[in-house]
Antibody
Framework: EVQLVESGGGLVQPGGSLRLSCAAS????????MNWVRQAPGKGLEWISY????????YYADSVKGRFTISRDNAKNSLYLQMHSLRVDDTAIYYC????????????WGKGTTVTVSS | SYELTQPLSVSVALGQTARITCGGN??????VHWYQQKPGQAPVLVIY???NRPSGIPERFSGSNSGNTATLTISRAQAGDEADYYC?????????FGGGTKLTVL
């Protein structure tokens, strides 16, 4: 079964750091680019980062540029999101999603991990 | 930056046809994808590349894209179709989502 499972969320104080992980299974992880998408409480979907299959291409939304770092380990079938200088408005459910490289849609999503930034 | 505009809400009577629009500058030149999200669940891809259905998505879901508007059409709407729907494109190396539309089936 094709599956993505996020982990690493939790409660963190403003200014703190957190590292999210996304474990992939059921497909050849190294052949796919990946995205992180988040959703603040009661809000819509917000794309935050993309990484190519070999990590050669990386993009960020302006809202997280300079604070978040996306990475992957194809040997471990894992995607990561290192988050620094967290703010209250980073509070959200964070999803990892597999991307189709031909047409850019996201066809597999994890269930998400919740990040709460609060003092 | 590129923007996608969706109506906040759409209502449809049970068994009728719902149409959810996604507006963007010359969106007809882009590949548009649609996601369904039910409360407490992750998004699910329902239409990709304007009008294609992934396996497992009912034929009742269809899409079109031309000019400045893409449309998701849900025929014979069911109670289980109640959800938030998001359109999405890829533009200049970033992913753009519409603001989402809440579909209510009456």
């Amino acid at each position: 079964e094709v599956q993505l499972v996020e982990s690493g969320g939790g409660l963190v104080q403003p200014g703190g750091s957190l590292r999210l992980s996304c474990a992939a299974s059921g497909f050849t992880f190294s052949s796919y680019s990946m995205n992180w998408v988040r959703q603040a409480p009661g809000k819509g979907l917000e794309w935050i980062s993309y990484i190519g299959s070999s990590s050669s291409a990386i993009y960020y939304a302006d809202s997280v540029k300079g604070r978040f770092t996306i990475s992957r380990d194809n040997a471990k079938n894992s995607l990561y999101l290192q988050m620094h200088s967290l703010r209250v408005d980073d509070t959200a459910i964070y999803y990892c999603a597999r991307r189709d490289d031909t047409y850019s849609y996201m066809d597999v999503w994890g269930k998400g991990t919740t990040v709460t930034v609060s003092s | 930056s590129y923007e996608l505009t969706q109506p906040l809400s759409v209502s449809v009577a049970l068994g009728q046809t719902a149409r959810i629009t996604c507006g963007g500058n010359n969106i007809g030149s882009k590949n548009v994808h649609w996601y369904q999200q039910k409360p407490g669940q992750a998004p699910v891809l329902v239409i990709y590349r304007d009008s294609n259905r992934p396996s497992g998505i009912p034929e009742r879901f269809s899409g079109s894209n031309s000019g400045n508007t893409a449309t998701l059409t849900i025929s014979r709407a069911q109670a289980g179709d109640e959800a938030d729907y998001y359109c999405q494109v890829w533009d200049s190396s970033i992913v753009v989502f519409g603001g989402g539309t809440k579909l209510t089936v009456l």
